[in-house]
């Protein structure tokens, strides 16, 4: 998403837009581009609103999209007891977090690199990105200058009520290397989830020009809704892709750069999954007509990963479903028409 030559304000420059290039192309390919641009003009701020800032102090959970130094995007889960972001003005979040035991995210987190933070509060199903570049690194925290804040709708996000639990940082268990195929256990985590995170970068992510970052969005959807099949070059994940904001971050940016990273959790067990490959958009097909509800398909193949075994501090119950899924379906329900 772009993020040039803004006004005072939190709107745009006329020669400015808040899209880069692979947006604006998904957005007109959908015939939403002139709705969108007024619409991301209003919304789209290089700083964060108080509300935004006090929903990021109070979360126990925090997604993170980065890039490894090869150009790999990786996606990943931060905890910590509610007040470990911290926001000591609105273009600054302070994160007192280590990376997950094994999680790839460890070597990223080096001054001036991109990140795409995401703040979801699973049991309100409210939202909020905040990304920007680490401006600050210590032994236990790091700080994010926020370049692009803006807020998400809360469709498909199943609402969950979370603990954190001190005692689950001594429970981790073994790290598990990924590859294709997958794990029986990796293959299960995905087949049965119902939330996963999706990182996705700019066409020059790493080069800290305006307009260039890093993105992490939420997918949500009934569980069997990500199929998981082992071809002969790499396992490959197809995702539907329901009715949303228009915006078309993830899109966008996969029509310039086709690497994305996964991350999924099992919310019982605090295992968690985190996957690097490459990704497409199908936009049409009979494989598309099949699934009921899905606008798009998304279509990920895995080159490698890591499955974290007890590694989140975090347990979730009351589980309730988004009643946004009630004109979704499955892929068992696919291939059964």
């Known amino acids: 998403m772009a993020t040039a030559?803004?006004?005072?304000?939190?709107?745009?420059?006329?020669?400015?837009?808040?899209?880069?290039?692979?947006?604006?192309?998904?957005?007109?390919?959908?015939?939403?581009?002139?709705?969108?641009?007024?619409?991301?003009?209003?919304?789209?701020?290089?700083?964060?609103?108080?509300?935004?800032?006090?929903?990021?102090?109070?979360?126990?959970?925090?997604?993170?999209?980065?890039?490894?130094?090869?150009?790999?995007v990786w996606a990943s889960l931060l905890a910590g007891e509610p007040g470990f972001i911290h926001s000591p003005s609105p273009k600054l979040l302070q994160i007192a977090a280590e990376p997950l035991a094994g999680d790839p995210l460890h070597g990223q987190l080096t001054v001036g690199s991109p990140l795409g933070l995401l703040g979801i509060q699973l049991e309100t199903r409210r939202r909020n990105r905040a990304n920007g570049r680490i401006i600050a690194r210590d032994a236990h925290s790091f700080s994010v200058e926020i370049e692009q804040s803006f807020g998400n709708c809360n469709q498909y996000i199943q609402a969950r009520e979370p603990s954190f639990d001190t005692s689950l940082l001594q429970s981790a268990g073994p790290l598990n290397n990924e590859g294709t195929p997958l794990s029986a256990r990796a293959s299960e985590l995905l087949a049965a989830t119902d939330t996963f995170f999706i990182a996705t970068a700019s066409a020059a992510a790493a080069s800290g020009t305006d307009g260039e970052g890093v993105d992490v969005s939420h997918r949500g959807g009934r569980p069997g809704f990500v199929r998981v099949s082992d071809g002969p070059a790499a396992t490959r994940l197809t995702i539907p892709d329901f009715r949303g904001n228009f915006i078309f971050n993830t899109f966008g940016n996969l029509e310039v750069n086709p690497r994305a990273g996964i991350v999924c959790a099992d919310f019982r067990t605090g295992d968690v999954l985190s996957l690097t490959g490459t990704a497409r958009v199908i936009w049409e097909g009979a494989e598309l007509d099949s699934f009921e509800g899905a606008h798009r398909l998304l279509s990920f193949d895995v080159e490698s990963g890591v499955l974290l075994e007890r590694a989140l501090p975090l347990r979730f119950e009351g589980l309730a479903f988004s009643p946004d899924l009630a004109d979704t379906g499955t892929w068992a329900e696919a291939q059964a028409r």
């Open 5 to 72: 030559r803004r006004t005072i304000d939190r709107g745009w420059t006329h020669e400015a837009s808040p899209f880069h290039p692979g947006e604006q192309r998904v957005q007109r390919r959908v015939g939403v581009r002139d709705q969108v641009e007024r619409a991301g003009r209003n919304m789209i701020r290089d700083h964060m609103p108080d509300q935004h800032r006090e929903l990021f102090h109070a979360l126990p959970l925090l997604v993170v999209g980065s890039m490894d130094a090869s150009g790999r």
